[in-house]
């Protein structure tokens, strides 16, 4: 009989074992009529910041809009600079394209795949307003090298908290360790939206307040308009769906750090490198990524031999990409991230993982190397 595979990601398990409480949650919002923004959305932000330990949450409607207004409220526009890596999913330049500021890259650590910071200091200058590191993977950035010298330059720190909820540095929350942060809701994320779904949080009240206008057509009162605002707005069945999962999703990070620790003891010793958690950081484990020799052959191997699914994240550094081909670079400029990009190789990751299907992917690894 064939092998049953192993998917590279599975969302209707997680349903399954939560659709009583997400079908009564759609169906208050259906009864109440709370579409667009509203209670369900107001009772979600208030759970989010509290949980990521910062003062506010501003619900939007994707991770993209997110770190958009995150920049907006800064006022960075025309004519600045926003550093960030080019190693990362392409929104996170997006948000500073949108702005009409010039993003400039900074290469990527190897060993955390995060903003290196020893990159950091030569690539600010006059016009730069902020640094946008990612938390990749769930990994929170080296923000203790990075934010003294973003202090240093009186630049603020945004932090791309997109693939982190819920990860730690130094005891912290990420969402809570820069100015403000971005997060995505979007559905395969740790903690995913049934839709479209992103959040800003910040300990700042002013910031609070110029994202929350923003993101509803900069109305200070209805229908009087201060400047050029968005609908960015959260949808209630989001704020209602996003309310119920966020309960799970320490008891699911738990289940990504045990499946990550199973599979980083079961893939010792074979020509990978595998992900590593620097000292005093806890990640979140969005994803299990790890940089593979002959990645290619391995996954078609893995894929047409086993069934089991993988991905790229990401096949394509920003830098090389058509949008940013304008800023110049060439192949070399980052080699970590352009390395990163040609190795990477995404396994089967989601807390309903069985540790049977762990076991199978690390079993099918093993015989490619060997044979
Ligand atoms: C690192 C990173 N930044 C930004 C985003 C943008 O989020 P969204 O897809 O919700 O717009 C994502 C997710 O897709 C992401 O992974």
Redesign the pocket.
């Known amino acids: 009989m064939a092998e049953p595979g192993v998917p590279y990601f599975d969302l209707k398990a997680q349903y399954r074992a939560l659709e009583r409480e997400i079908l009564a949650a759609l169906e208050r919002v259906c009864r109440n009529a709370t579409f667009a923004s509203g209670p369900e959305v107001e009772a979600f932000e208030q759970a989010f910041a509290a949980y990521c330990e910062t003062a506010f949450c501003v619900g939007v409607n994707?991770?993209?809009?997110a770190?958009h207004l995150a920049l907006r409220s800064l006022d960075i526009g025309r004519g600045d600079e926003v550093i960030t890596t080019p190693y990362?999913?392409i929104?996170?330049a997006w948000a500073v394209t949108y702005t009409g500021a010039t993003p400039v890259f900074v290469d990527v650590h190897p060993a955390t795949r995060t903003l290196d910071p020893a990159g950091l200091e030569a690539r600010i200058t006059a016009r730069t307003r902020a640094v946008l590191p990612?938390h990749?993977y769930g990994l929170p950035a080296d923000m203790d090298a990075i934010q003294p010298l973003a202090d240093a330059a009186g630049i603020a720190v945004v932090e791309?908290a997109?693939?982190a909820h819920g990860a730690r540095y130094r005891g912290r929350r990420v969402g809570g360790l820069g100015r403000l942060a971005?997060f995505?809701?979007?559905p395969g994320?740790n903690l995913g939206a049934y839709g479209?779904?992103?959040a800003i949080t910040t300990d700042d009240p002013a910031l609070a307040a110029r994202c929350r206008r923003l993101r509803d057509h900069a109305q200070s009162r209805r229908y009087y308009h201060d400047e050029v605002g968005y609908n960015y707005r959260m949808d209630g069945f989001q704020g209602a769906v996003l309310q119920v999962k966020l309960a799970h999703l320490d008891a699911w990070n738990r289940r990504r750090a045990a499946l990550a620790a199973r599979y980083t003891a079961g893939l010792a010793g074979l020509p990978l490198r595998l992900p590593s958690v620097p000292e005093g950081t806890q990640s979140a484990w969005h994803l299990y990524v790890v940089e593979a020799e002959r990645r290619d052959a391995l996954r078609a191997y893995l894929e047409t031999e086993h069934r089991i699914a993988t991905a790229m994240h990401y096949p394509v550094c920003l830098h090389q990409q058509a949008p940013y081909r304008h800023l110049g670079h060439r192949t070399g400029d980052f080699p970590v991230a352009e390395a990163l990009a040609a190795a990477c190789v995404s396994l089967p990751f989601f807390p309903e993982m069985t540790d049977t299907e762990l076991d199978t992917v690390v079993a099918a690894i093993r015989r490619f190397y060997a044979g």
């Not at 994707?62 to 809009?65: A, I, P, V």
């Open positions: 994707s991770g993209t809009s770190l990362t999913f929104a996170t990612v990749l791309d997109a693939q971005g995505s809701f979007y994320k479209e779904g992103g």
